[in-house]
């Protein structure tokens, strides 16, 4: 059995208490990789597990829904379902992208008007506020971070706590100042790809 005095000597010796040699990295000599910057930042709204009963059991899927945005006026919102999570994340992402549209904005990067909207149980209410900030919580302040808007008061009046809703709820608010160089066949579709009335 090795004494204090015998492992402090081998310490010494440039090697760690069991004899082997200390491997030091060198910063000059490692090769710097940085990833490519997104196209979008993107943020998940929601994830939960879905289970379907069938004649061998229990089936397991999950349900995803991802905001994404370029913080200069453009935002999109997409849900995808898939047995794994990365399959359901990026559905998602192709689904967003293609909702994607641009907001007619003010030229302090505020909403022209206020708008009443609702869908499903969520009822929501967004007007401008002239210099006060960002006055908003939930999802709808995700998402208006993303699509870059300022100065804005979002008040969601409805109980409900269902965050998918609340950010249907404020894109369809958002989609009302939809630019006119946008495509007009473009529109609001639900989880089953059925059209929502504005």
């Known amino acids: 059995m090795d004494t204090p005095k015998s492992k402090q000597k081998i310490n010494n010796g440039g090697k760690n208490f069991q004899g082997r040699p200390s491997n030091k990295r060198d910063d000059k000599k490692r090769a710097t990789f940085e990833r490519p910057k997104p196209e979008f930042e993107q943020k998940m709204v929601s994830i939960r597990r879905v289970t379907r009963v069938v004649a061998g059991g229990r089936r397991m899927t999950f349900a995803v829904a991802i905001v994404i945005g370029d913080k200069k006026g453009s935002i999109g919102l997409g849900t995808g379902k898939g047995g794994d999570t990365a399959i359901a994340i990026t559905k998602a992402l192709r689904q ?8 007619k904005t003010t030229k302090d990067m505020s909403i022209p008007h206020e708008v009443n909207v609702k869908y499903s149980s969520a009822r929501l209410s967004m007007m401008p506020n002239r210099g006060k900030g960002l006055v908003a919580g939930s999802t709808v ?6 699509a ?5 008061t979002a008040k969601l009046h409805s109980g409900t706590k269902n965050k998918l809703n609340n ?4 894109y369809k608010a958002l989609y009302e100042f939809r630019s006119n160089l946008q495509n007009k ?3 609001l579709v639900n989880d089953e790809g059925e059209k929502v009335a504005e």
């Open 167 to 170: 950010a249907r709820a404020a």
């Open 141 to 146: 302040r995700d998402i208006l971070i993303l």
């Open 96 to 103: 967003a992208k293609k909702n994607m549209f641009k907001i």
């Open 185 to 187: 066949t473009s529109e």
């Open 148 to 152: 870059g808007i300022k100065n804005v």
